[in-house]
C-alpha cells in the first residue's frame, strides 16, 4: 500500500467511533431470525461450490485464571481446571455436529485457538482437542497450513511450547500490551521481560514459523518513556509481527474496564503521540505497515501476501487465506460460510444446553443479500490492499459504480478533499495520508451506519 504519512491534525479531526470491519456487515447486524436451520442450509450450499472452498477453523476457549481490566473479549475468570475438562466435552460434540455439514473433500488450511486464555488448557488437553479435530475435519498437509494459538506467557513454559509444537502447532501470538510496571499494575497484568522473552525463544527453538506479540497504546497511566521502552525491548525480540491496537475504554459494554480509573488515561493529544511513536519505532525497525494497527517482517507471509495481493481480513485479524469458509467452534464463536455469519451463544450454559439437547449452538446471525457482498467485497479489497477496485466491481456485479455509490461517493467527497483517498476510473486508491485511517473510509461504504443505533451509548471504538 505504499508509504504512510503521520499527520496529527488530520487525525484528531476524524477520531470518531466506527467498526473495524472485521466482518461486513458488522456483528450487531445479526438477528436471531438466522437459526440452526439456515446455518445447516448455508453450510450445504457452500459445498455445492464447483471446487470447494477451503475451511479455516476456529476454536474459542474462554476461560482466563485472572482478569486483565482492559479487555473487551468473551472470558470467564476461574482457577478451576476442572472446568475446562467440562468444556472440552461439550467442544467435542459440536466439533461432531459441524463437521458432519461440510464434505470431506474440503481441506482445513488454518486452525486458530483463540480465548480467553487458550492454554488455561494444558498441552496434554490441547494435544487431545487437535486430535479431535483432525478426526472429524480434513486437514490439509500444505507447508502454507497455519496451526495457530494465543498464548498467556505468565502460564506457559518452554516445554509447553516444545509439546505444542509436537502435537501440531507452527504460530504463537503473545500478549504483552506494555512491559511499564505502572501500567501493568493499572491493568492487573503484571508480566516480566524474561518470561516473554523465554517462551519466544522457546517458539523459535521448537520449530515455529511465526511468532506475534500485541501491543496496546492508550492504556491507564501510559508514558511516552515506558512506551518507549517496550517498544524497544519488543523490537529487539524480532517477532514476525506485531499487532499495536488503541485501548477503546467502553466501560458500558466490558465490566473489567470499570475497575480502570479514567482518570489515568491518556488525553487525546497522548495518545496520538504514543501512536506516532510506535509507528516510528517499528518502521525504523524494518517492520512493514500492513493496516489496522498490522506490522510484519518484509519476508513474513503478511507482507508476501499484501504484494501479491492475496491478503484476506476476517475475525481472527489479518490472514493469508483468503479462498475459505471460517467456521467457529466454542461460546461466542463466529462463523462464515459462503453468504452467512452465525455466533454461537456469548453465554456459558446457553452454549451448554444447544450441546446437551443435540443442536448446533447458533443464537444468531444473517444472510447477506447481493448488496452486502458487493459491499464486503469492497471494503474487503480497502482494508487489505488499500484500493476499491471500481471496475471489478462493476464486471461482477453488473452495476454503474457512480450510479449504484451515489450516495457513499457523496460522503467521500470531504475525505477526497483532505487528500486521503485519489479517485481514478480503474480504482479509488487510498493515499498515504489515509492509511491510517482505512474504517473511516469503509464508514463512507456502510449503509447500516445510517440506521439508528439501539443504544444511546457508543457500539465502537474510535478509529485512532
Known amino acids: 500500500m505504499g508509504t504512510l504519512t503521520f499527520d496529527p491534525d488530520l487525525l484528531r479531526r476524524y477520531d470518531r467511533p466506527g467498526p473495524r470491519y472485521t466482518s461486513y456487515p458488522t456483528a450487531p447486524q445479526f438477528h436471531p431470525g438466522f437459526g440452526e436451520a439456515e446455518l445447516r442450509d448455508a453450510a450445504a450450499a457452500s459445498n455445492g461450490d464447483p471446487i470447494p472452498r477451503r475451511l ?31 468444556y472440552l466435552a461439550r467442544l467435542y460434540r459440536e466439533i461432531a455436529l459441524t463437521a458432519e455439514l461440510f464434505d470431506r473433500d474440503r481441506e482445513v488450511v488454518q486452525l486458530h485457538f483463540g480465548g480467553g486464555t487458550p492454554n488455561f488448557l494444558a498441552p496434554a488437553q490441547l494435544g487431545e482437542a487437535m486430535d479431535v479435530l483432525r478426526r472429524h475435519f480434513h486437514f490439509s498437509d500444505s507447508a502454507e497450513r497455519d496451526i495457530s494459538i494465543e498464548l498467556d506467557p505468565r502460564f506457559v513454559s518452554p516445554e509447553d511450547i516444545a509439546q505444542l509444537a509436537r502435537v501440531g502447532f507452527n504460530r504463537a501470538s503473545f500478549g504483552v500490551q506494555d512491559f511499564d510496571p505502572a501500567v501493568q499494575a493499572a491493568v492487573n497484568r503484571v508480566q516480566s521481560v524474561e518470561e516473554t522473552r523465554a517462551v519466544i525463544d522457546a517458539c523459535r527453538a521448537s520449530g515455529f514459523r511465526s511468532v506475534n506479540i500485541d501491543l496496546i497504546y492508550g492504556l491507564p497511566k501510559q508514558r511516552m518513556e515506558g512506551f518507549s521502552a517496550t517498544l524497544d525491548t519488543v523490537a529487539a525480540m524480532r517477532p514476525d509481527r506485531i499487532a499495536v491496537y488503541g485501548y477503546a475504554h467502553l466501560p458500558h459494554l466490558f465490566k473489567p474496564q470499570r475497575q480502570i480509573d479514567a482518570t489515568d488515561l491518556p488525553d487525546a493529544e497522548t495518545r496520538l503521540t504514543l501512536l506516532q511513536l ?12 500492513i493496516g489496522m494497527d498490522h506490522f510484519a517482517l518484509p ?15 476476517n475475525f481472527m485479524g489479518y490472514t493469508t487465506h483468503a479462498d475459505s469458509d471460517l467456521v467457529g467452534l466454542g461460546v461466542s464463536a463466529i462463523s462464515h460460510i459462503g453468504a452467512s455469519f452465525s455466533q454461537n451463544p456469548r453465554d456459558l450454559p446457553s452454549w451448554q444446553a444447544a450441546l446437551d439437547e443435540g443442536r448446533l449452538p447458533v443464537f444468531r446471525g444473517m444472510r447477506l443479500d447481493e448488496d452486502d457482498q458487493m459491499r464486503a467485497d469492497l471494503i474487503q479489497a480497502l482494508m487489505c490492499q488499500g484500493e476499491i477496485p471500481v471496475r471489478m466491481l462493476e464486471r461482477r456485479y453488473a452495476i454503474s459504480f457512480a450510479d449504484y455509490f451515489a450516495e457513499s461517493l457523496q460522503r467521500l467527497e470531504p475525505l477526497l478533499r483532505d487528500g486521503l483517498v485519489g479517485i481514478g476510473s480503474e480504482r479509488i486508491t487510498v493515499t498515504s495520508r489515509g492509511r491510517l485511517l482505512l474504517r473511516n473510509i469503509a464508514m463512507c461504504f456502510d449503509r447500516y451506519l445510517d440506521q439508528p443505533a439501539t443504544t444511546l451509548a457508543p457500539r465502537f471504538s474510535r478509529a485512532v
Open 56 to 86: 479455516s477453523l476456529y476454536v474459542h476457549v474462554p476461560f482466563c485464571e485472572s482478569p486483565c481490566f482492559y479487555c473487551g473479549c468473551n472470558r470467564i475468570i476461574t482457577r478451576d481446571k476442572a472446568r475446562g475438562e467440562a
Open 278 to 289: 510506535a509507528i516510528s519505532k517499528l518502521t525504523d525497525a524494518g517492520y512493514v505497515y
Open 299 to 313: 519476508d513474513d507471509d503478511l507482507a508476501m501476501a499484501q504484494a501479491r495481493g492475496g491478503l484476506h481480513r
